[in-house]
């Protein structure tokens, strides 16, 4: 598995969005770039999840933050997330791939079937992860999990962000 280091250049990543196509490289945001990669359809606590950050998506914006929610899902199922999980203010992709889990240092998981909610996972799928990337390419932050649970909230990462800006904070973790 692939361990990105903060202060290094991040992975390339494009990746098909329900407006369009999408490009990390292309990002000029004036803080961060902030990749948000959730399981997928079939899973209530990515729908709550994605919920929030959808809420709070304005104050990430007024700190300079670009976001981009993305899963292994299908087109299809992305837009039923958006759809039925009612995300307004987010960019979805979709169709991350083993490649691109990989190249991330992202976990991925086979499908057991019906979720608790009665959705099919699918075949295989990215676990979740976050990161938050310079806008010169460079990764400054990222929290990566093997589960569903105990993700970083979203009220804390702008916490987190406001201090990391007005203190000028170093990326942290280069080191391994």
């Known amino acids: 598995m692939v361990v990105?280091?903060?202060r290094t250049a991040t992975p390339e990543l494009v990746i098909n969005t329900l407006k369009s196509t999408w490009s990390l490289t292309q990002?000029?945001?004036?803080?961060f770039t902030m990749l948000v990669v959730y399981r997928g359809l079939h899973c209530p606590i990515c729908k709550n999840y994605l919920r929030e950050l959808s809420r709070l998506a304005d104050d990430f914006s007024a700190k300079g933050v670009n976001i981009i929610a993305l899963s292994s899902d299908t087109e299809e199922r992305a837009q039923l997330a958006s759809t039925?999980?009612?995300?307004e203010n987010l960019t979805m992709g979709y169709g991350l791939t083993v490649e691109q889990s990989q190249a991330l240092g992202l976990h991925r998981s086979a499908g057991r079937g019906l979720?608790?909610?009665g959705i099919e996972e699918p075949t295989?799928?990215?676990e979740p992860g976050l990161y938050l990337v310079r806008?010169?390419?460079?990764?400054?932050?990222?929290n990566i999990n093997t589960m569903p649970f105990a993700r970083p909230h979203f009220k804390e990462v702008l916490g987190a962000i406001e201090f990391a800006?007005?203190?000028?904070?170093?990326?942290?973790?280069?080191?391994?």
């Open 115 to 117: 979720t608790s909610i």
């Open 27 to 31: 990002q000029t945001p004036e803080n």
């Open 124 to 126: 295989e799928f990215t």
């Open 165 to 176: 800006i007005t203190k000028n904070y170093p990326a942290r973790g280069e080191l391994i």
């Open 84 to 87: 039925e999980w009612e995300i």
């Open 135 to 142: 806008p010169d390419g460079t990764l400054y932050w990222s």
């Open 4 to 6: 990105l280091k903060p």
